[in-house]
């Protein structure tokens, strides 16, 4: 899921095999020179994974393959519209 107006959204593993994937909560602070404006659902993404007292928290979060001017590869995790 993906809240741009609200600066938020939720990370899940590609291919989740469960109807509402668990996801890592990630704020739009922690995205690594990339506006959440110009995020996307099914960017692929790096991030590490933190904790805090709501479960999962996604930190440093590097957005894979995209420039704001574009261009792209593919790794391992993306955000889904769950």
């Given at each position: 899921m993906l809240f741009r107006e609200s600066g938020y959204g939720?990370?899940?593993?590609?291919?989740?095999r469960d109807r509402k994937p668990p996801g890592c909560y990630f704020h739009e602070t922690e995205l690594q020179g990339y506006p959440i404006m110009q995020l996307n659902i099914g960017?692929?993404?790096?991030?590490?994974?933190?904790?805090?007292?709501k479960g999962c928290v996604a930190q440093k979060i590097d957005v894979q393959g995209k420039t704001p001017f574009g261009s792209q590869v593919t790794l391992r995790f993306k955000v889904l519209n769950v």
């Amino acid at each position: 899921m993906l809240f741009r107006e609200s600066g938020y959204g939720f990370i899940t593993k590609d291919f989740p095999r469960d109807r509402k994937p668990p996801g890592c909560y990630f704020h739009e602070t922690e995205l690594q020179g990339y506006p959440i404006m110009q995020l996307n659902i099914g960017d692929r993404v790096h991030f590490v994974v933190g904790q805090n007292d709501k479960g999962c928290v996604a930190q440093k979060i590097d957005v894979q393959g995209k420039t704001p001017f574009g261009s792209q590869v593919t790794l391992r995790f993306k955000v889904l519209n769950v």
